[in-house]
């Protein structure tokens, strides 16, 4: 049997297909908890976008915890 994912972290990224998710997921898939972090200062990958994908996904059902980071760029820092 396959187990489950437990959570999923995912760190200053965005969704660029938002109608790929919503044909592919489940309402298993629904049930992984998720947090999104992001850098407000990030030039790589745009902070709204992140913040923009993590909205889309709490609409169609996910929980999502925000963590947004002042000042800090497209990294990663120990807090997260």
Do not use: N
Not at 2 to 7: C, D, K, L, R, W
Not at 15 to 33: C, D, F, G, N, W
Not at 43 to 71: N, T
């Amino acid at each position: 049997a396959t187990e489950p994912i437990a959570g999923a972290l995912i760190l200053s990224a965005y969704l660029p297909h938002r109608r790929t998710i919503e044909e592919r997921m489940t309402p298993q898939s629904k049930r992984v908890p998720l947090v999104m972090a992001h850098g407000e200062e990030d030039q790589v990958v745009q902070h709204a976008w992140g913040e923009a994908s993590c909205q889309h996904l709490r609409q169609l059902g996910f929980s999502v915890k925000w963590r947004s980071y002042p000042g800090m760029a497209h990294s990663c820092t120990a807090q997260e």
